[in-house]
């Protein structure tokens, strides 16, 4: 729909003034112009014609012509064709309105002022095709609507245009103030998801954890209290450390430290757990990583390895960091698979989700790399993400490298 200034008193107003002068100025030229036949009739007729002619152009032409023309979305060469057509109606309903004026005053008028007698020998005497090719009837047509109709319609037009401009200043604002909303109620969601995520992680290691020391007091092991201490230890860790997106790279390694070894004493096997992880160093804590991510691939491989045959089961794990201009941290993990068929258990396997859907939230989508590979006796994950720095106020650290995700 063509945009639309709203009616006021205020534009009413300064319609009725500017009219009001105009019919004062178009009155003193007519008193002019009658000057060597004066005739007070037909002056007030004249006039008041003019002054109609003028106020009906500048309604037809400002209120339906120009938003026609200028303010419709359409193409440029239609945008022509309208702006031509409105010009030849226009051309042609005054020259229709302007013959109607001229016969009626020579029909009902014998003297007529010199200002009068000469439109007529213009437009009444001349036959109906001059009105086509004639220029002189063109350039007085125009010359009217150059004289009285273009001053309004410039005023109407700058103030449409700063209206619109207005409007559509008003509703940037107003669509950035959405978006501002928008981003903030995105934020806000996907904290909530990030600490429901967390609130979910707690328990989920908090079942396997007591499985571990269910297994080592069942078997009567010594090592079920250093066990209960260790973990302990751990869940002091989740409960306290863990409430932001990101934490001390240092923490979260001997959280990890920690939990391998409760594994470990479950399982005194040896050569059933490989690792080759970094010595926790004094730079690593100036870099910062999600808490609870990586414990979930590592719990997991102990679950669908390890915990899952009576024998012949292994867990590898390996952990590198690379902490130079961009923090970087890779962990692989490989575990033995089970010829066992898989059941489903009513946990449905919601660590392994939870971290997808956190490492979703956490980064975008190629700034990390997480890959599950599995083949006919092992499982294999391999997670690259960027460390964030630890003034860095971002959810990620901008200088990581990108990754395509597999």
Known sequence: MPFQRPVTWGRIVCHIVYWGIMFAVTYSQFVRAFQDKPNSTLLHIVNTHQFLTTVLSFAALGYWAMPYVLYESVPTWKRG????????????????????????????????????????????????????????????IYGQFISYVISPLLIKAVRDGYARNQARLAIEQERRRLEVDNLALEKENVMKDLLFLRQQINPHFLLNAFNNIYALIYRKDN??????????????????????????????????????????????????????????????????????????????????GLNAVYSDGWVRIALTTELNESGWLTLTVVNNRTDIPKQTTPDGGIGLQNVKRRLALLFPQHAYELVLAEQPDQFTVRLAIPLKWNEDTTMYHDKAHTMSAC
């Open 81 to 140: 064709v309208r702006l031509i057509g409105v010009l030849l109606l226009y051309y042609g309903c005054l020259c229709i309105n302007t013959y109607v004026l001229l016969s009626y005053a020579q029909t009902h008028f014998t003297a007529l002022p010199m200002y009068l007698e000469r439109r007529v020998e213009l437009f009444i005497t001349a036959p109906w095709y001059a009105y086509l090719v004639n220029p002189v009837i063109l350039f007085f």
């Open 223 to 304: 090592r079920a209290a250093d066990t209960l201490a260790n973990l302990s230890t751990l869940m002091r860790y989740t409960l306290y450390r863990t409430g932001q997106d990101f934490v001390p790279l240092t923490d979260e390694l001997e959280f990890i430290y920690g939990y391998i070894d409760m594994e470990r004493i479950r399982h005194n096997k040896p050569g059933v757990i490989t690792c080759q992880l970094p010595a926790i160093e004094p730079e690593m804590a100036n870099w910062k990583i999600p808490p609870l991510l990586l414990v979930t691939f590592i719990e997991n491989a102990f679950k669908h």
